[in-house]
C-alpha cells in the first residue's frame, strides 16, 4: 500500500487539529506547520516532516493510537511520533530518553521546542506561565543536548 504524502499528512493533521487552540488562543494547526517547516529548514527528511505535523496527534487525542497503528506511514514516523507522545505524568528524563533512543525524533523535538520558545509567542502568555514554560523548554534542551540554542542550559 502506498504512504499518505506529505500534502495528505498536513491535511489529515489540520482537521485533527482544527477545533483546538493553543495556550494564547491562536489556532494549533499554526503550530503545527510551524514544526513542519522548522524540520524542514533543519534539513529533515520527509519523515520528519511528516512526524513535524502530526507530533502532538496522539498526545492532544487528536488522533489515536489506533489510528497510527494502521496509517500507511513509514515505521519511521510511527516510531517518532510516538516517542514525541509524553505520557501523562511521565517525567521529562524518561521522554527525553525515548526522543534520543528515536532516529529522527530530536530534530523534531528541536523545531517544536524552537517554535514554543520564539519570544513572539511567549510574549502571549501571562508572566507565570511564560517563566514556568521557558524554564521546562529549557530542561528539555539540556536534556536533549541541544546545548547551541539560546538559554539551553538545563535547570537544576
Known sequence: MPYLTLTEVEAIAREAHAAQTDKSGRPYTEHLAAVAEGVRTRGGSEEQIA???????????ALSREWLDA???P???KDMVL???KGKGEDLESYTRRILAT???CLVKEADLAHNADPARLAALDEATRTR????????RGLLG???LVGS???D
Open 133 to 140: 514554560l521557558t524554564a521546562k523548554y529549557a530542561k528539555v
Open 103 to 105: 532516529p529522527g525524533a
Open 146 to 148: 541541544l546545548l547551541g
Open 83 to 85: 516517542a514525541l507522545t
Open 71 to 73: 496509517a500507511a506511514l
Open 75 to 77: 515505521q519511521s514516523v
Open 153 to 155: 542550559r538545563p535547570t
Open 51 to 61: 512526524a513535524g505535523w502530526l507530533h502532538d496527534s496522539v498526545e492532544d487525542d
